[in-house]
């Protein structure tokens, strides 16, 4: 708040929730009326805060909790850009997140049913995956998450969403970075045996204790493997095995790629899973449906929802950028006997066949507007779109409701990342016949 210094704090009363974590702040002076969108508040707060960018303000102390604050079990919550809605009682974000999602629809004039919430069990000790930003010097190794909205390296003595043996392993990073000057992110995840294991990337110099030390970590049975991939390397150096385990919807290991994408919470991840392959499997009708490639993956990763789709669907294809990921879900699918045509390759550039009924995609956070225009214009009838922005999937549907005449039948949001205003919403839509 230094910066601020000498500027009059405003009085506002926070009367909602934006996308991005932000409450909705509106001013209550006379002379300043308006709204400012404030980090780390919760609606029915009266708030003290200074004007920090446009249409945003810093908080610089709550004058009247909200009965929906709670006290946050983590210290670092106020600094850490990771668990921003961690202040606020569970019901309250479950509802915000349902509105965003609506709020976003309507923005974009696309009619959507009822949203159904899905809920996730557990709040705290959920994440069975992390990314650390680590930055390192002659005099310190710092370890941490990335700041709210910026690149700032913030430390932190623990992580109360980290499942047990991943905060273990973080609070060792530091000691074993060592020696080392330069920058980095160190990927936590599970690996075999259940023991963690490290992707770490590093522009700079790594200290050659650090092989010697992950080495012996390795024979010690501490960790599984690690991999690193220093700036310019045209591969990682690889100590142990690396590789990702993560639980697959049936019950199996579901292997992934060092430093690859899967989703960080496992519970609720199979329950998503569970409900995409519903999804897909109503909406084939006749044999005739089934043949020929009638459901089409986007952005298969290493076969998440792979593995459930083949299971239910014949003559399924899975389309996938990253050629490490389409080896590890060739893998996963030989491991259960399961057939599906696997092709390494963009999604946006994909030729969707006439025989394909049902479009499942699952695309990062900027979403797949290119994709969705070569859906519109196929001869799809069903999408199944997994999201993890409310703004981009909006954006999507929107492309496919105006340009394809689809409508949106179902949509559902399910609470991957409690404790934050992440989002990850599902969206079933038919073309009209």
Not at 6 to 17: I, Q, S, W
Not at 91 to 111: H, K, L, N, Y
Not at 333 to 354: K, M, Q, Y
Request: some cysteine; hydrophobic content about 45%; glycine content about 10%.
């Amino acid at each position: 708040m230094d910066s601020n210094k000498g500027t009059t704090p405003l009085r506002a009363r926070v009367v909602g929730l934006a996308k991005g974590g932000f409450g909705v702040a509106r001013l209550v002076s006379e002379q300043a009326p308006g709204s400012l969108l404030v980090p780390h508040t919760v609606p029915g707060d009266v708030v003290d805060v200074v004007p920090d960018a446009a249409s945003k303000g810093k908080l610089v102390r709550v004058v009247e909790p909200s009965i929906h604050r709670v006290d946050p079990p983590c210290p670092f919550v106020d600094r850490c850009g990771g668990c921003d809605w961690m202040c606020m009682d569970a019901s309250v974000q479950r509802a915000a997140r349902v509105d965003i999602v609506r709020g976003e629809m309507g923005r974009v004039g696309v009619p959507i049913p009822t949203i159904h919430a899905v809920n996730s069990d557990a709040l705290l000790r959920y994440r069975a995956r992390a990314r650390m930003a680590v930055t390192a010097s002659h005099r310190a190794v710092v370890v941490g998450f990335r700041g709210q909205r910026s690149h700032r390296v913030v430390p932190v003595d623990a992580c109360v969403v980290l499942v047990p043996a991943l905060d273990q392993v973080r609070g060792q990073l530091a000691a074993w970075l060592e020696g080392s000057v330069g920058e980095g992110e160190a990927s936590l995840y599970q690996g075999h045996g259940a023991l963690p294991a490290i992707h770490l990337t590093w522009t700079g110099t790594l200290a050659p204790r650090v092989f010697a030390l992950a080495q012996e970590k390795i024979d010690k049975g501490c960790w599984a493997g690690v991999s690193v991939l220093l700036e310019g390397a045209r591969s990682p150096a690889v100590l142990g095995d690396p590789t990702g385990v993560a639980m697959g919807v049936d019950g199996q290991p579901l292997l992934f790629p060092p430093g690859g994408f899967t989703q960080a919470n496992e519970a609720m991840n199979r329950v998503l899973v569970q409900h995409v392959a519903a999804l897909t499997s109503a909406d084939e009708g006749t044999e005739g449906d089934r043949a020929g490639g009638a459901v089409l993956e986007l952005f298969a990763g290493s076969g998440n929802f792979t593995i459930a789709l083949a299971r239910r669907t014949s003559g399924m294809e899975a389309v996938e950028q990253s050629a490490a990921a389409v080896d590890a879900t060739r893998g996963n699918l030989a491991r259960r006997g399961l057939e599906c045509r696997l092709r390494v390759g963009d999604a946006t550039d994909v030729r969707i066949r006439n025989t394909v009924r049902t479009v499942v995609l699952d695309p990062p956070r900027a979403g797949a507007r290119e994709a969705v225009e070569r859906i519109a214009d196929s001869r799809v009838r069903n999408v199944v779109m997994v999201s993890c922005d409310p703004a981009t999937l909006a954006r999507d549907v929107a492309i496919l409701h105006g340009r394809g005449r689809f409508n949106v039948e179902r949509v559902d949001v399910f609470e991957m990342f409690p404790c934050t205003s992440h989002v990850e919403t599902v969206a079933l839509l038919r073309r009209a016949r």
